[in-house]
C-alpha cells in the first residue's frame, strides 16, 4: 500500500523535525551559550520549516490520510489513480537527497531560502537544489 509508505516517510520526517526543533530550544535555554554556530542556526532553523512541511505533514495529510487511513475507514478501495501514486510516493526519497545537497550549497537565511536579490548572480547551488526539492516534495503529494 503507497498509503502507508506516506505514513512512513511522514514518521520519519516528523520525528527528524522534532530533533531540529529541540535543537533549536535547547539554543534558546541560555542566551550566552549557543550550542550552534549562527549560519549552522540559519541552517536548522530553515530545515525544520522544509523538513516538517514537505517531509511531515505533506506526505500524512494528503497521501497518508487520504490514500490509507480514510478509504480504510470507509471500507472503499484505496488508490483512485494508483499508477499516480505509486510515482509520486518515490519522489520523496530524492527529494530529500536534493534537500541534503541544499543544506551543503549554502541554503538558507533564517525563514527563507531565497537568493539574496541585491543582484542577479548569486554564489551556491544549494538555493537551486533546495528549490527542486521542494518540487519534487510538492508532486509526490499528488
Known amino acids: ?80 489513480l494508483p499508477r499516480l501514486n505509486a510515482l509520486s510516493a518515490w519522489l520523496l526519497l530524492p527529494a530529500c537527497v536534493c534537500l541534503s545537497f541544499g543544506l551543503m550549497g549554502g541554503m538558507g537565511v533564517g525563514w527563507t531560502f531565497y537568493p539574496p536579490l541585491s543582484s542577479l548572480d548569486y554564489s551556491g547551488w544549494g538555493v537551486d537544489f533546495l528549490m527542486f526539492s521542494l518540487h519534487l516534495a510538492g508532486v509526490s503529494s499528488l
Not at 26 to 47: C, K
Open 1 to 80: 500500500r503507497v498509503g502507508l509508505i506516506y505514513m512512513l516517510i511522514g514518521l520519519w520526517g516528523g520525528f527528524f523535525g522534532l530533533f531540529l526543533s529541540i535543537l533549536v530550544r535547547l539554543n534558546y535555554l541560555d542566551p550566552y551559550f549557543n550550542l550552534v554556530s549562527p549560519e549552522v542556526y540559519n541552517y536548522v532553523v530553515t530545515g525544520h520549516g522544509v523538513i516538517m512541511i514537505f517531509f511531515f505533514l505533506m506526505p500524512v495529510l494528503i497521501g497518508g490520510f487520504g490514500n490509507y487511513l480514510l478509504p480504510l475507514l470507509l471500507g472503499i478501495p484505496d488508490l483512485n
